[in-house]
């Protein structure tokens, strides 16, 4: 269970680009100048700020919406089926959180 919350978590952070939960961050940019590889990615600076351009998987507000409406009604779904089948299994309020 805890590999799964984990896993989830994760591409979640990644997907959402949540600060402190995605991987991709300065380092992770710094990392491909050094490797010298993938360059449309690299860190640009722009006087004192560092600009740092979006991977192919980042998502915009809209899709960033969509994508959190798409869980909300997965979860819900899992819910009444849960509900439906057996009437006393309870959902991990960590579950449902993480799809409301």
């Known amino acids: 269970m805890h590999v799964e919350k984990n896993v989830c978590d994760s ?4 997907l ?16 491909l100048v050094e490797m010298s590889v993938r360059l449309e990615l690299q860190p640009q600076p722009h006087g004192k700020r560092t600009y740092l351009p ?3 998987h980042t998502l ?11 869980l909300r009604g997965v979860g819900s779904l899992i819910t009444d089926v849960v509900c439906l089948c057996t009437k006393s299994i309870l959902v991990p309020t960590d579950v449902v959180l993480c799809l409301i």
Do not use: H, V, Y
């Not at 591409?11 to 990644?14: E, R, V, W």
């Open 11 to 14: 591409i979640i952070g990644t």
């Open 16 to 31: 959402l680009n949540i600060k402190g939960k995605t991987k991709d961050g300065i380092n992770a940019r710094k990392d």
């Open 54 to 56: 979006p991977a192919c």
């Open 60 to 70: 915009s507000k809209s899709e960033k919406i969509s994508f959190c409406g798409c």
